[in-house]
């Protein structure tokens, strides 16, 4: 794969982690001001600016750390096979920014 396809990905995958800020701005006017995110084991209320826009940054930059190490640390033998780890974090964040949003409106 060459770099150009894989910046391509890279770009587009961290548009997608970052998505949960513009469904949170949508429903600004909805959201408590003290919103409850489960982490384990106890449930913990974070305020919205949080949640909104720190958690869903937090996971975009995790993102670009690991498509930076893959795209500039795998071989081309198996860079086609970490691919999947480009996808992870912008799935992560939508899935876990659901049932926030869910439980808070």
Do not use: D
């Not at 982490?39 to 720190?54: G, K, T």
Request: glycine share 0%; with cysteine; hydrophobic share 55%.
């Amino acid at each position: 794969m060459n770099t150009s396809n894989f910046t391509k990905i890279q770009v587009v995958s961290t548009i997608v982690s970052l998505l949960p800020m513009v469904i949170y701005l949508i429903a600004w006017g909805k959201l408590p001001e003290q919103m409850q995110v489960n982490v384990m084991p106890n449930p913990s209320h974070l305020p919205r600016v949080a949640v909104a826009f720190i958690l869903p940054i937090i996971l975009a930059i995790v993102h670009l750390i690991i498509t930076f190490v893959i795209r500039n640390r795998a071989t081309n033998e198996n860079k086609p096979n970490l691919m999947w780890l480009c996808f992870l974090s912008p799935i992560i964040s939508i899935i876990a920014n659901i049932p926030i949003l869910h439980m808070n409106i």
